[in-house]
C-alpha cells in the first residue's frame, strides 16, 4: 500500500522500496502538473505497488527539496547554515531541511525569529517519525500558531476538572465569566488583586467584579480576589481527559505517553496518541469542558495528518495556562505574551531535552527503535550534538512570541 502526505496540491510518497542507503524512498508530486485532484490521485494509487508507482508518475515528479542555483549561493553567506548537492543544512544537523522551511529561512530578516525556527528544527529533525518534518512546519504555517524562542509549539486541547476541592471549573459559566473579566481587566491595564469576584443574589449563575472594598456589592455575595482565582485555580485543579480518564493533568506538570504506544500513520485523523491542536480544533463541551493551552516539544511530534485538519498527535505536552469560550462555543486564542511565566514553562520544556539525552544513553540501538524514539537517520552522536545546540542557543534567548 502505498503511503503519502498531502499538502495542498503536492504529493510526498513514502515507499517501502528503499534506497542505497537504506532508507525508505520518497517521491514528490506535483499534482497541478499531473493533472489530477487529490481525489483522482487517492483513487488511482489505490492498491498501487511501488514498482508500479514509480512508472505511472516518474514524469510528474519534483524534487522540492532541492535549492536553486540562486538560493544556494543566497544562503553561503548566511549564518549558521551550509548547502551540499541542492540542498540546505544547518550547522550540526546532518538532516536537510525541507524546501518550504529553507525559504522561509531564506526569507527571514529578524534575528529573533530566526534563531527560534533554528530550535524548532533542531528538535523537530530528532523526531522518530521523519514525514513530520515535511508536514510540521505547513502545518504551523497554515494555522499561524506560535512558537517560544526555544521553538516549542503553542497549542490547544479540552480536558475535565476531576478536583474534588474547588470544583471551579465544574461550573463552566463561572469560569467563563472569570476568565471574561480577567480579560477586561488586563485590557484597563490594571492589577487582577485590585477586583474582587462577586455572585448575584437574585440572579443564579450571574457574576460580576467590583473593585476591593466597593460600597456597591449589595445584593452580591462575595466569591474572591481575582488575583488569588487567578493564582490558585488551575494550579491546584487536577484534570483528566475525557476518552480515557486515566491521564492526571496539572499545570506545570509534563504529560506523556510511551511512543511506542502511539500512532503514527499520518493518514488515520483520529487514533493513538495525545491530541492537541488548533484554536479550531477545541471547543466548549468537545471532549471536555474546560480549555486549556499546552506547549509541545517538536521532537515530540507523533503524526501530523494533512493540514486541512486542525489537530496533530504527540506523545507529550506541557499544561501551562486555561482559556476560555466564547458564547458559540469557539475557544478565544490567546498569545504566549500574555501567559504568566511563560519563560519559566519555555525553560522546563527545554530541560526536558536533557533528560531524553540521558535516558537515551541508557539504552541500547535496538531498544531506542524498539520504542521508536529516533529516526533511523540520526545516530546517537548526531543527536548528542543537536540537543547540546539547541540547549545552548535556547538559554540565551528570552521567550517570546514567534508566528509561523
Known sequence: MIQYIITNQNVTVILQKLTDDGFPTVKHIDLEKANMTVEQFQSKVEGMADDEFLVTFAPTEVNEKELTLVESKAFEDLEGFNTKDGSLYLNGVPISIPKELAQWFLNCDNEDDMEAWKNFWRRLVSCENTESRESAY???KHHK?????????????????VSTTLGFFEQPKLYSKFMQFKSEIKKWKKGLKKYDLYSNNAEVGEYKIFK??????KGYSYLGNMKEFDQGIFADTKFTDRHTRTFEIRKGEVVSLERDKCDFDARASCSNGLHVGTESFVRSGSFGDVGIAVLVDPFNIVAVPNYDSHKMRVSSYLPIAPVSFDKSGALIPISLSNIEDIMFYDK????????????LRNLTLAEIQGKRILPNDITMSAFDTITLNHKEMSAILAAKVIRA
Open 212 to 217: 476591593v472594598n466597593s460600597k456597591k456589592t
Open 145 to 161: 500558531m506560535e512558537l517560544t524562542q526555544s521553538g516549542h509549539i503553542l497549542c490547544y486541547r479540552n480536558v475535565e476538572d
Open 138 to 140: 505547513g502545518f504551523l
Open 348 to 359: 522546563k520544556l527545554t530541560d526536558e531535552s536533557k533528560f531524553s539525552l540521558d535516558f
